[in-house]
């Protein structure tokens, strides 16, 4: 893809997302994201000469996809595809239901004691 076409597709994302550049489904920015896997900001590792990968130089497109309907990070494409890869998309499917219709099944109510109160 040329370098013009992939900033189109980048600002295009970000106006569907009302111009956060954020996942759509963790809200992680691309700085968070690249955190998340052992990088700074700029790209490059965090702990480079402990690991020996100095010249391993994460790229902002290695992170967040800007090609769907709203951004998704790299962390969120990876969990996605191990739970299809494990078959659990059916429990994935149970727990979206879940998570929008039955809250309060989910989540105790602000004074239902913890779990490890009483231990
Ligand atoms: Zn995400």
């Known amino acids: 893809m040329s370098l013009d076409r992939t900033f189109q597709q980048y600002f295009a994302a970000l106006d569907r997302a009302g111009h956060g550049d954020r996942c759509f489904v963790c809200r992680r920015t691309p700085a968070e994201v690249k955190q998340f896997f052992g990088f700074r900001e700029d790209g490059t590792p965090i702990d480079a000469a402990r690991y020996g990968i100095e010249d391993v130089v994460l790229d902002r497109l290695d992170i967040m996809s ?31 239901q879940e998570m929008e219709e039955q809250r309060d099944k989910l989540w105790p109510a602000d004074d239902a004691p913890a779990p490890d109160d009483g231990v």
Do not use: K, M, T
């Open 66 to 96: 800007y090609g769907g309907a709203r951004p998704v990070c790299a962390v969120c494409q990876l969990n996605l595809d191990a739970l299809l890869l494990s078959g659990d998309r059916d429990a994935l499917h149970e727990l979206l």
